[in-house]
């Protein structure tokens, strides 16, 4: 996708983009089975069934696993405001809550907290869906680039 076809994504096209992530072969292909439930102006909210693939050795969701969904979805989220560009993450921290157990079903809410010029901030709130209650917590730091594409941004 250009850049073009970014800025304000319908929840279409938030759908089209977790479908092309987890399509390919490759560490997000673990979230085949997630659906977006909807999405935009900063913001994704995605539902997924745990399966036993996710799980670590004592059965439960992979502490690695949770990070990614932080990672993938916030960026998501931060993909529907600015340049729609996907950025290179900074910081990411996760706060697990409970643990969560395979065919548990649970929904992945990020919010973006600020988006400035080149920063974007943002929570992810894992859920259970059928208590409400909160599983994990994630907190997400990305550069995303200068909005104006014709300002260089040199390398580090």
């Known amino acids: 996708m250009s850049q073009s076809q970014f800025g304000k994504l319908s929840i279409d096209v938030l759908r089209k ?54 990672d993938s979805v916030s960026t998501i989220g931060f993909m529907t405001t600015g340049t729609g560009a996907p950025g290179v993450s900074l910081e990411l921290s996760v706060s697990y809550f409970k643990p969560i157990p395979l065919h548990e079903s649970i929904i992945v809410d ?14 992810v709130d894992i859920t259970s869906k059928s208590t409400g209650k909160l599983l994990a917590l994630g907190r997400h730091t990305k550069f995303m680039g200068n909005s104006n594409p014709s300002v260089k941004i040199d390398k580090v």
Do not use: P, W
């Open 110 to 123: 990020s919010k973006t907290l600020s988006y400035g010029r080149n920063i974007a901030v943002g929570t």
């Open 17 to 70: 983009m977790m479908q092309i992530r987890t399509a390919e072969k490759g560490f997000e292909s673990v979230f085949k089975g997630a659906q977006v439930l909807s999405g935009g102006e900063g913001k994704c909210q995605c539902e997924l069934k745990i399966t036993e693939d996710m799980l670590n050795m004592q059965g439960f969701l992979h502490g690695g696993v949770t990070a990614t969904l932080v």
